[in-house]
């Protein structure tokens, strides 16, 4: 059971625009910020967002990310087939001395 | 370029100690966070534990008592020991490279480790 809920699977077709959740709780999205990866199969993870709605170099703008409370979400516009992959959140959580807590992945399929 | 490479054995015997190296090469292990992160073939993924470039180090709450994370600044690379192993810790094991603990901009490319007698 991760501690950061993500619903285990998301499809849309070319050039829809999708969304991801990614739930969580006042000791770690409520008080510190998160951050997406995409994980193609067979490889390793990329960090995708961070800092909530912040880009790496490289990362096209069709991906983007917010956060309001203990929720974020990242959204997927212009849909492409190479954006098939797991997607997973993640975040800092303050108790328990504090820990890197990750959701459980979400599943894209580009239809 | 940043590059990290894990490696280590890819059998482990039950209750033996799982042992890796991340090398690190292209850029110095003297600044930024150090982590160890884990994925269960088919599951999702798991933070082991990071150590700073001082020394300092933040472990995962459930495997806490069974890890250890070092780093090695003469050589340019930092290990992880996993303790009291079971099948349960079969997995890729990935060492990866961030500014901030949950900010990883570099991974290594993945060593699977498996558990078996």
């Known amino acids: 059971q991760s501690v950061l809920t993500q619903p285990p699977s998301a499809s849309g077709t070319p050039g829809q625009r999708v969304t991801i959740s990614c739930s969580g709780s006042?000791?770690?999205?409520?008080?510190?910020?998160v951050n997406w990866y995409q994980q193609l199969p067979g490889s390793a993870p990329k960090l995708l967002i961070y800092s909530n709605n912040q880009r790496p170099s490289g990362v096209p703008d069709r991906f983007s990310g917010s956060k309001s409370g203990t929720s974020a979400s990242l959204a997927i516009s212009g849909l492409q087939s190479e954006d098939e992959a797991d997607y997973y959140c993640?975040?800092?959580?303050?108790?328990?001395?504090?820990?890197?807590?990750f959701g459980g992945g979400t599943k894209l399929t580009v239809l | 370029q940043v590059h990290l490479q894990e490696s280590g054995p890819g059998l482990v015997k039950p209750s033996e100690t799982l042992s890796l190296i991340c090398a690190v090469s292209?850029?110095?292990?003297?600044?930024?966070?150090w982590s160890w992160i884990r994925q269960p073939p088919g599951k999702g993924l798991e933070w082991i534990g990071n150590i700073y470039y001082s020394g300092s180090t933040k472990y995962n709450p459930s495997l806490k008592s069974r890890v250890t994370i070092s780093v090695d600044t003469s050589k340019n690379q930092f290990s992880l020991k996993l303790s009291s192993v079971t099948t349960a810790d079969t997995a890729v094991y990935y060492c990866?490279?961030?500014?901030?603990?949950?900010?990883?901009?570099?991974w290594g490319q993945g060593t699977l480790v498996t558990v078996s007698s």
């Open positions: 990866a490279r961030g500014p901030m603990v949950t900010q990883i901009h570099y």
């Open positions: 006042r000791s770690n999205i409520g008080s510190n910020t």
């Open positions: 993640t975040s800092w959580d303050d108790s328990l001395d504090g820990h890197v807590v």
């Open positions: 292209g850029g110095s292990i003297s600044s930024d966070y």
